[in-house]
């Protein structure tokens, strides 16, 4: 389960990784999404339609199915797998006594480092000879805090992993909400790339987003950020691709999968 986009590459990213880890599994793994991708045209999907979680749930428990796992593709415990996912599931439990639900943790957890790996190693395809650049992760940005304190224990595991091979290695956030409160959020994207160490350097820009779409796209919004803080500076600025489509995010996903607990 992603958080949905209306992306057609998204969509199809979720249903390869749902693929890859069906066959390692051995188990029917369905791919859904919280949101939006059910708009996506079924033209662009190859005529079969993305299915949100909510709808899966209620497929599954009219075709009889009452026991499941709930995989989050989410890099933390945002609200909407702490929240949104279990007022869904309890509302299913109070009309089906026997549904037996189990959940999955999100990819980090502490004492995770598969995911500072998979950064630190798409940082390194966009790395040049005798250069050492400034490194920016950046996220969506989100109004729980363990998210954002993943995100930056994460950083600090690129930035050990890469050591002298760059010059700096820095957390940041594609938006944030207004408000004192959200303060953790920063600093954002663009105000890190307008700090002056960051504009008379070359920067790689470490996307810790899981798949394509209007944020991590070719077009997307950091590409768009980046453009335009960069209009004026001295050099250019790399982006990494996206986290699903390193290996070892499946691997990731397994060990989620087998550690998954009961909630319903």
């Known amino acids: 389960m992603d958080n949905g986009s209306l992306e057609p590459a998204s ?52 075709n009889g199915v009452m026991e499941l796992v709930v995989t989050p593709l989410f890099i933390g415990s945002s ?86 091979r760059v010059n700096a290695v820095a957390a940041s956030s594609m938006e944030r909400r207004p408000g004192a409160e959200f303060d953790f959020n920063e600093p954002l994207l663009e105000t890190l790339l307008s700090r002056a160490q960051w504009r008379i350097e070359p920067v790689i820009v470490g996307t810790m987003f899981i798949a394509p779409g209007r944020h991590a796209g070719p077009d997307g919004d950091i590409a768009q950020i980046c453009r335009i803080a960069r209009r004026d500076a001295v050099n250019d600025v790399k982006l990494t691709r996206v986290m699903g489509s390193h290996p070892k995010l499946l691997d990731i996903l397994v060990d989620r999968v087998r550690d998954s607990r009961v909630v319903a």
């Open 79 to 164: 609200h909407a797998i702490t929240r949104h996912v279990p007022a869904l599931i309890a509302e299913r439990k109070k009309r089906h006594s026997t549904l037996r639900i189990k959940m999955a943790s999100p990819l980090f957890v502490p004492g995770e480092t598969r995911l500072g790996e998979v950064l630190a190693d798409h940082v390194r395809e966009q790395l040049s000879d005798n250069v050492r650049p400034r490194v920016a992760i950046v996220d969506h940005g989100s109004p729980a805090r363990v998210v954002t304190q993943a995100r930056d224990t994460v950083t600090n595991q690129v930035r050990e992993l890469l050591g002298d």
């Open 11 to 62: 969509t199809w990213q979720l249903r390869n990784i749902a693929d890859e880890l069906q066959a390692r599994l051995g188990w029917c793994v369905d791919p859904v999404s919280l949101a939006h991708s059910d708009k996506i045209p079924t033209d662009t999907l190859a005529g079969k339609p993305a299915e949100l979680f909510e709808a899966a749930l209620d497929r599954l428990l009219r």
